[in-house]
């Protein structure tokens, strides 16, 4: 079964740090570009940020750059989101997810994630 | 900034609804790279729409995408009671940020 598992959520205090994971099984991680997508409570989802699969390229979140960090270990199938100087506003589910390509070597990606992982808690509060 | 979308659209079960999905020449105007995601309480969000107009397989041919200038829709046709859930478009955004989500549209089935 194609799946994508976050862990890492927590209650932190601002300013503090948190460092998020997403675990692939069922497809070869390395082929595929993922995002980090977060939605705080009762409001709608809001993009974080991109990586390809080789993390040449990498994409932020004008509210999140130069304080959150993605990187992945395709040896690991695992992804990753570093968040520092965390903020009451960070707040939310975040979910990693991976974009839609044509087959399980990607040779051509469409606009959509097609695969979620259920998602982890972030709540930054004092 | 975010796209804009009707916060709520209603119909009957059977009806059509449309959704809308309103940006700029920056994003939805500029590009044919919209999608479209369903979302049910405390659930991940579903893709059902991917470059304007394409679906996913297994998703239901009751849902159709189109574009028309900077204006995405998504429309809902013999609408059912599991169609009820929170709709979000997406589009490319030639910003530095790559991607853009809309502001979410919750669809009530009467």
């Known amino acids: 079964e194609v799946q994508l598992v976050e862990s890492g959520g927590g209650l932190m205090q601002p300013g503090g740090s948190l460092r998020l994971s997403c675990v692939a099984s069922?497809?070869?991680?390395?082929?595929?570009?993922m995002n980090w997508v977060r939605q705080a409570p009762g409001k709608g989802l809001e993009w974080v940020s991109y990586?390809?699969?080789?993390?040449?390229?990498?994409y932020y979140a004008d509210s999140v750059k130069g304080r959150f960090t993605i990187s992945r270990d395709n040896a690991r199938n695992s992804l990753y989101l570093q968040m520092n100087s965390l903020r009451a506003e960070d707040t939310a589910v975040y979910y990693c997810a991976r974009r839609y390509c044509n087959s399980a070597t990607c040779s051509y990606y469409y606009w959509g994630m097609d695969v979620w992982g259920q998602g982890t808690t972030v709540t930054v509060s004092s | 900034s975010a796209l804009t979308q009707p916060a709520s659209v209603s119909g009957s079960p059977g009806q059509s609804i449309t959704i809308s999905c309103i940006g700029t020449s920056s994003d939805v105007g500029g590009y044919n790279y919209v999608s479209w995601y369903q979302q049910y309480p405390g659930k991940a969000p579903k893709l059902m729409i991917f470059d304007v107009s394409n679906r996913p397989s297994g998703v239901s041919d009751r849902f159709s995408g189109s574009k028309s200038g900077n204006t995405a829709s998504l429309t809902i046709s013999g609408l059912q009671a599991e169609d009820e859930a929170d709709y979000y478009c997406s589009s490319y955004t030639s910003s530095t940020t790559l991607y853009v989500f809309g502001t979410g549209t919750k669809v009530t089935v009467l």
């Open positions: 069922g497809f070869t991680l390395s082929n595929y570009n």
């Open positions: 990586i390809s699969s080789s993390s040449t390229t990498i």
